[in-house]
T-cell receptor, first 114, second 114 residues
């Protein structure tokens, strides 16, 4: 069966520090991969998605970036964090090319910026 | 653009009460519809889905019927338990090639008291 792993589960970082969140998927090949942010009191906002290695699409302009160095690995990064980057970050995957298939989410990373 | 509107919470019910969480949508194409549940401190879990009109999704006693004529996908459960306390998200995804994004509602927080 397929599983998705995110780490770390929680992270406290000072303003201006770099960020690297990692997500890996097991048990499937060539998945679509996604990064979402859930800010307090708000819904989910799609940040990036990827349909293949090295292919990244950005939905929202910001100081975050994403990379997909391997088929089942998705990384969310920042060179200098802002206070507004605080939130709950969720990675998700779905079957490639099927619009009627759900996305499956990891357990999330809670990021607090001080 | 595509959008999902959920009833605003929080919703507080007594154990064994009947639950309805309303969800309506607007979509530019033919959507698949989903309900996700988020327990405190966790990621999102797929609860149920429906991919065409008049389909009924069901899981763990929850049900929702895809109503194209009213563009709705209301979530129901006949008898809620304390363990159902969570935030519930309605979402849609447009079927077809190149369709990647899930559009979420803002979520409805459910609290079930003994």
């Amino acid at each position: 069966s397929q599983t998705i792993h995110q780490w770390p589960a929680t992270l406290v970082q000072p303003v201006g520090s770099p960020l690297s969140l990692e997500c890996t998927v097991e048990g499937t090949s060539n998945p679509n991969l996604y990064w979402y942010r859930q800010a307090a009191g708000r819904g989910l906002q799609l940040l990036f998605y990827s349909v293949g290695i090295g292919q990244i699409s950005s939905e929202v302009p910001q100081n975050l970036s994403a990379s997909r160095p391997q088929d089942r690995q998705f990384i969310l990064s920042s060179k200098k964090l802002l206070l507004s980057d605080s939130g709950f970050y969720l990675c998700a995957w779905s079957v490639e090319g099927r619009g009627n298939q759900p996305q499956h989410f990891g357990d999330g990373t809670r990021l607090s910026i001080l | 653009g595509d959008s999902v509107t959920q009833m605003e919470g929080p919703v507080t019910l007594s154990e064994e009460a009947f639950l309805t969480i309303n969800c309506t949508y607007t979509a530019t194409g033919y959507p698949s519809l989903f309900w996700y549940v988020q327990y405190p401190g966790e990621g999102l879990q797929l609860l149920l889905k429906a991919t065409k009109a008049d389909d009924k999704g069901s899981n763990k006693g929850f049900e929702a019927t895809y109503r194209k004529e009213t563009t709705s996908f209301h979530l129901e459960k006949g008898s809620v338990q304390v363990s159902d306390s969570a935030v519930y998200f309605c979402a849609l995804r447009i079927s077809g090639a190149g369709s990647y994004q899930l559009t979420f509602g803002k979520g409805t927080k459910l609290s079930v008291i003994p």
